[in-house]
């Protein structure tokens, strides 16, 4: 017995070792790659942030929250239905020859929206606010929840058309006045998710080893994961978004930004109309499903995907194809099926595809 008992305590001490063993690789790798993240609701969509400190040893919580607090911040200033934001105040002066002074942050964001307006040639235009909510795609002050859809007669449509063109609004970049003209509105939906995403970086990134931001899709990447794979980005199946269609593995500091007729839309006598306008005609953009641009940084990504979306295939690569380090996926719907178009190297950045 006394044998035997040795042996079966020989064997809980190897279990226990074992045990130990697996426990302190695990921790060992948890400490070896530490990393903080967190989910939270801003913009009517999910914020996801993921920080790789440069130092393992000290407190990062406070890189989170301060990645976090640049998103909140361009969250009040850029609401364009919510009554607190300076970007609503902004709308409310519309026509007023004084002009509204706007915030540093908001005036940078103006400033980035009007080189997308120009580089786009007015494919991305803030200023179409006005057709936004009339086919109920804006969302309620208060509540955040997104309006009833509704389809605008051609009259209802040709009155409002006159208020967009985002080229007439006055910016002067020294006092920071803006001069909107009457009745105009701004919705910087199409831009503000990229720019609050790269501010969130721009407020940490000098002191860590790498960090994601993806707001609703719209992602800033920066600096390296700790064991040296590259950044994973799933693009959603525009038919199914609950599931992944595409994964990008990037390897650079980037932006990332999807447009798609699938996030907000209504169907009408079998017609899908998404809540992305052309400015020109006053109706949703049509024949295109899903836009993913790869460029430089989060603000240029999403304003392109946006314009890309009213540009089409064609005039949309023609203008990627011109800009560096500027990458798009393009899916349109033929019978049902997806057809991918690809700029110059997209490809270059997909690892898998449905
Ligand atoms: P994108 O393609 O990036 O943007 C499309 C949006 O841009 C459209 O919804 C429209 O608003 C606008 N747009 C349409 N056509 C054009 C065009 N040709 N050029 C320029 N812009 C165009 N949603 C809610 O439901 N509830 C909320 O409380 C809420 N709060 C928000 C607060 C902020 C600060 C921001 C920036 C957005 C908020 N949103 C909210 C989401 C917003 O209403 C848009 O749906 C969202 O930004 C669209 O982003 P996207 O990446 O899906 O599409
Ligand atoms: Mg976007």
Redesign the pocket.
Known sequence: MKSEKRVLSLAMVITALVATLIFSLISCAKRKYPFISGTSQ????EVNITIYPQNVEEDYDHYYQTALGAIEE??T??????EE?E?YQLNLSAGNESGYTVSYLLSDLLIKAREVYLLTDG????S??P??SAYG????PKT???SQPYMPTQNEIDALLPLVDFGRVLLDEESGVVFLPKDMRL????????Y?ADLACSRVSYSVKGMMVDI???IAIYGERPDGEPWVVAIADPREPEKTFVELAITKNCGI????DY??YFEMDGVRYG?????DTGFP?QWMVSVTVIAPNATMA??L???I??LGVEKGLFLINGLPDVSAIIYTEEDGRLIAHYSQNAKDFISKEK
Not at 77 to 82: P, Q
Not at 137 to 140: K, L
Not at 187 to 192: F, R
């Open positions: 801003l913009m009517g969509t361009v969250s200033v850029a609401s364009a239905y919510n934001s970007l494919a991305f235009d803030p179409v606010a057709l936004v795609f804006d969302y309620h955040g929840e997104a919705d910087l939906g199409a831009i503000a998710k990229g609050a609703g899709g719209d930004a999807t447009s798609g996030e907000r809540h992305i306008i052309d400015p953009a999403d304003g995907a946006t314009a979306f009213v």
